[in-house]
């Protein structure tokens, strides 16, 4: 069965960084999109970040253009996030979630990790 | 990227009928069929319900459906069942090649 399994999400000061990971097993992940979605406390979903199945092309939300980078490692079933320069309000349940064959749908989502930006 | 517009709350009593809205742009909604919808019990990871404005995935009971007209697309549930009470939210891809979630409607059943 299809398993996402996000780790590295913690408390940080603004303005540092935070590497996110994403373990994906049970269907083959080099072949699948995969995205990052997140959800401040109390508030709705909000789309971060896109890669295709090669890596070959990654796109982002306005909102973190420039300070966010998604990776990933297709040997290693590996989904990355790192991100840099953190405000306040990228504090958030940080989502993997798995495309559904180019439909820009996820049909398979972890079960977040937590990051807490503050002082 | 403006978020899609959803109303905040909607209601209903078990076994009538809602409908929920999602109102976008000709950016997003209106020239894409790829508007997915996404049920969230509090304290859940998503769940997708529909996908492509109108396939249900396996396992999601016909119950659920889409649709869409212009830029506004619709998840209409019937036959209201407690267990359906959740937080919905919709999405679409976009022109910019990106994607966008509306702001989520609570739905609660009576």
């Known amino acids: 069965q299809v398993q996402l399994v996000e780790s590295g999400g913690g408390v940080v000061q603004p303005g540092g960084s935070l590497r996110l990971s994403c373990a994906a097993s049970g269907f083959t992940f080099s072949t699948y999109a995969m995205h990052w979605v997140r959800q401040a406390p109390g508030k709705g979903l909000e789309w971060v970040a896109c890669i295709q199945s090669d890596g070959s092309i990654k796109k982002y939300a306005d909102s973190v253009k420039g300070r966010f980078t998604i990776s990933r490692d297709n040997p290693k079933n590996t989904l990355n996030l790192q991100m840099n320069s953190l405000r306040p309000d990228d504090t958030a349940l940080y989502y993997c979630?798995?495309?559904?064959?180019?439909?820009?749908?996820?049909?398979?989502w972890g079960q977040g990790t937590l990051v807490t930006v503050s002082s | 990227q403006s978020a899609l517009t959803q109303p905040p709350s909607v209601s209903g009593s078990p076994g009538q009928s809602v409908t929920i809205s999602c109102t976008g742009t000709?950016?997003?909604?209106?020239?894409?069929?790829?508007v997915s919808w996404y049920q969230q019990p509090p304290g859940t990871a998503p769940k997708l319900m529909i996908y492509e404005v109108t396939n249900r995935p396996s396992g999601v009971p016909d119950r659920f459906s889409g649709s869409k007209s212009g830029n506004t697309a619709f998840l209409t549930i019937s036959g209201l069942q407690a267990e359906d009470e959740a937080d919905y939210y919709c999405s679409s891809y976009t022109s910019s090649s990106t994607w966008v979630f509306g702001g989520g409607t609570k739905l609660t059943v009576l």
């Open positions: 000709s950016s997003d909604v209106g020239n894409y069929n790829r």
């Open positions: 979630a798995k495309d559904l064959r180019g439909s820009w749908a996820s049909d398979y």
